[in-house]
Every structure is written in C-alpha cells, then in structure tokens.
T-cell receptor, first 110, second 115 residues
Framework: DGGITQSPKYLFRKEGQNVTLSCEQN?????MYWYRQDPGQGLRLIYY???????QKGDIAEGYSVSREKKESFPLTVTSAQKNPTAFYLC?????????FGQGTRLTVV | AQSVTQLGSHVSVSEGALVLLRCNYS??????LFWYVQYPNQGLQLLLK??????LVKGINGFEAEFKKSETSFHLTKPSAHMSDAAEYFC?????????????FGSGTRLSIRP
C-alpha cells in the first residue's frame, strides 16, 4: 500500500548529539513536510520541500537540517543546536491541498 | 497570511451526546479548510475537507462540518458521540498566499467521551 513511513517510532538521544529521523514515501508526491508537535501547541512547520534538491525553512527551522536528494526521501536531522528537541515529529507529503501523514517519531533527549 | 483558531483545548461529552468542536479561520482569499483526527502516538488522518464546493461537508465516522463565511467558522459536529471518537482533533487551513502550498494547523482540541 502507498503511504508515508517514518522510522524509528521512538528515538532517544543524548544531549549534544545529532540524530536523523527518516521519512520515506511511495505516493509519488512532490511536496514533503516536517512538523513538530508539542502538547497544546498543535503542529509547527520545521522544513518543507516542493521538489527534489530544493527545500525551505518553516516557522521553527533553527537547530534542524534536511536534505531532499530523492523524491521518495526527506530525512530530518536534529542537531545539537536545537535546545529543546524532545517532541513528536511528523512527516507529511502533500498532493494539491491534502496532506498525508506518517505515524510519527517520538524523540526524547536523555 | 492565513490562520485557524480552535476554541477549547479540551471538550468532554457523554456517549450519545452531540459533539461540537469549534474552529474559526482567518483568510484574505477563499480558503481550503480541513479537519484531521489524531489518535495517541499516531499520525493525523483526514476527516473531511472544504474546497469551495458544498458548504456542508460530510466526512468519515459520521462527522460533518459547515463552512460559514459570514462567521468565518468551520465547526465540526457529530450527532451522537461514540467512545471511539476520543482523540485529538485539528482544524487546518491551506495557505494560498505564498508560492508554496502549506497547511496551517490549529492548536488542537482533545475530545473525551464519558460513558
């Protein structure tokens, strides 16, 4: 079945370490997005990509980086510069105006 | 820029009672509006969407929403709540102002169902 696959589902990171969250899609969608979810704050846009080899910062890009070398893949790296990285991260692809979401990765800094 | 405001971070209703989750939007152009549902530790699932066709939109699981331009509202309703409806619900608007297609989400409303 087509969809968005995020891995891992749970991730633990030590302070000062970089960590990469995987997002893969087989929907053949051009646009892919990363959101961060914190309790009571809804979803906030980190980065998005409309096409391969191109991406733009969202509202809270500081401390994060992305790449888009393939249409199917849009990995997110949480760097040591992100001061409060513990959160639930959601990847989505968008066709027209409809978003399709992965199951999320819960990142915890220990 | 477009935005949505969800009124009430937590709504609790009895099983069988009416569910009403409120959403107001701000947009300088005709908006596309959405409701999504999220179960614990899961991604978001589309419930329904308004894209300038009929103002009353029917979605999955018995939910519906009515677009009211005069009130800038897109409230979500269900006539009779079921225990399985307990989840977090997000209202969203599509951003047409920029060259990129973005979806802007509200802060969410957690729906609890009392037996």
């Amino acid at each position: 079945d087509g969809g968005i696959t995020q891995s891992p589902k749970y991730l633990f990171r030590k302070e000062g370490q970089n960590v990469t969250l995987s997002c893969e899609q087989n929907l053949n969608h051009d646009a892919m997005y990363w959101y961060r979810q914190d309790p009571g704050q809804g979803l906030r846009l980190i980065y998005y990509s409309q096409i391969v080899n191109d991406f733009q910062k969202g509202d809270i890009a500081e401390g994060y980086s992305v790449s888009r070398e393939k249409k199917e893949s849009f990995p997110l790296t949480v760097t040591s510069a992100q001061k409060n990285p513990t959160a639930f991260y959601l990847c989505a692809s968008i066709r027209g105006t409809e978003a399709f979401f992965g199951q999320g990765t819960r990142l915890t800094v220990v | 820029a477009q935005s949505v405001t969800q009124l009430g971070s937590h709504v609790s209703v009895s099983e069988g009672a009416l569910v009403l989750l409120r959403c107001n939007y701000s947009s300088s152009v005709p908006p596309y509006l959405f409701w999504y549902v999220q179960y614990p530790n899961q991604g978001l699932q589309l419930l329904l969407k308004y894209t300038s066709a009929a103002t009353l939109v029917k979605g999955i699981n018995g939910f519906e929403a009515e677009f009211k331009k005069s009130e800038t509202s897109f409230h979500l309703t269900k006539p009779s709540a079921h225990m399985s409806d307990a989840a977090e619900y997000f209202c969203a608007v599509s951003d047409h102002d920029s060259s990129a297609s973005k979806i802007i989400f509200g802060s969410g409303t957690r729906l609890s169902i009392r037996p």
